[in-house]
């Protein structure tokens, strides 16, 4: 079963992992964020084929990195046309790129776009450039964090590529920034911002998400916050740069944005027939095969549960949910 333009994206991507610590994937099952039921209905989906033994990890812009560890070869995948990207085989521990964050400085269509990858539990980052050289292996220190009895290195999380830049850790009063120009090396900086409302809860996760309109684009901050029961209840904040301030709002211009594990954050525009909600949030931080929706203007909270499906004998052990996004998010 082929993907048809009428496919509808975004959906979920349930990557199934095998052996004795779950360091293979298997199979991968997609579903349908509108209705919550597998896309393929009981027969095999065509992308489910193509990712199949491959491991994977989205991007906010759509795009997909396929790591194919049997033919030793990466690329960047378009889940709508299946256009390939190729980029320079990644030699990173094959369990750890799903958990990364990957991210997209402008188009990968363009030759010399920067593809950034960040690792998840240790100080390192990985870039290379659409068709340029091999991947770069970078570790970074951005400071500790602690007592006098253990301190860790600090780690970047979450982030957004924004304007060519990648802004990450917008915490209370700051924002830092990551520059990686050609020739230049890395850079790091900070961006000193005002007290956001959403920084007086205690217990909060914290999202980064870029919107890229043809007149204009904006970084938010979506904010999930718990009330003792889980994280039940959002806020969204868009960074104003002229006042350096994170000012709270209710309308996302009728975008829906979307959340999920290692701090990923994306956003579309809704078409006619896909089934998702404008002006929400959708969030995958939640128990296993669920995904919560906040509608913001509403103040509302839905939870949505997968529907029951028959997995593959290959497919017996560990799982894992990302959301798959149009690489058009404006279409």
């Avoid at 378009?78 to 256009?83: I, V, Y």
Wanted: glycine residues 8%; negative net charge.
């Amino acid at each position: 079963m082929e993907m048809s333009p009428n496919s509808p994206l975004p959906f979920l991507a349930m990557v199934h992992w095998t052996g004795a610590q779950n360091q293979h994937p298997s199979a991968t099952t997609l579903f349908s964020v509108a209705d919550a039921t597998p896309l393929g209905g009981g027969v095999r989906h065509g992308l489910e084929e193509e990712l199949k033994n491959k491991s994977l990890c989205p991007t906010a812009q759509g795009w997909i990195l396929v790591h194919e560890p049997e033919a030793a070869t990466t690329y960047l995948l378009d889940a709508q046309s299946r256009q390939r990207i190729q980029l320079p085989d990644l030699a990173m521990e094959q369990r750890l790129i799903p958990y990364c964050s990957c991210l997209l400085a402008g188009a990968p269509t363009a030759a010399g776009c920067l593809v950034l990858l960040v690792e998840p539990a240790a100080a390192f980052i990985w870039y290379c450039r659409v068709g340029g050289g091999d991947w770069t292996k970078h570790e970074y220190d951005i400071g500790t964090a602690g007592d006098e009895y253990r301190a860790d290195k600090k780690l970047i999380a979450p982030i957004a590529a924004y304007r060519g830049r990648f802004y990450f850790n917008a915490m209370a009063t700051e924002m830092s920034v990551l520059e990686l120009r050609p020739g230049a090396g890395l850079a790091f900086s900070s961006v000193a911002t005002e007290l956001a409302d959403a920084e007086r809860y205690k217990q909060a996760l914290v999202f980064m998400v870029r919107t890229d309109e043809e007149e204009e684009e904006d970084l938010y901050k979506v904010v999930l916050l718990h009330n003792g029961g889980g994280f039940d209840k959002a806020k969204v904040f868009r960074m104003d740069f002229s006042e350096h301030r994170w000012c709270l709002v209710d309308d996302l211009g009728g975008r829906a944005f979307f959340v999920g594990q290692m701090y990923f954050g994306a956003s579309c525009v809704p078409v006619a027939g896909d089934g998702i909600r404008r002006n929400c949030v959708y969030s995958l931080v939640a128990a296993k095969n669920t995904f919560r929706i906040f509608n913001l203007k509403e103040g509302t909270l839905e939870v949505q549960n997968l529907a029951p499906y028959e997995p593959m004998l290959e497919t017996v052990g560990k799982s894992r949910l990302s959301w798959v996004l149009p690489t058009h998010p404006r279409a």
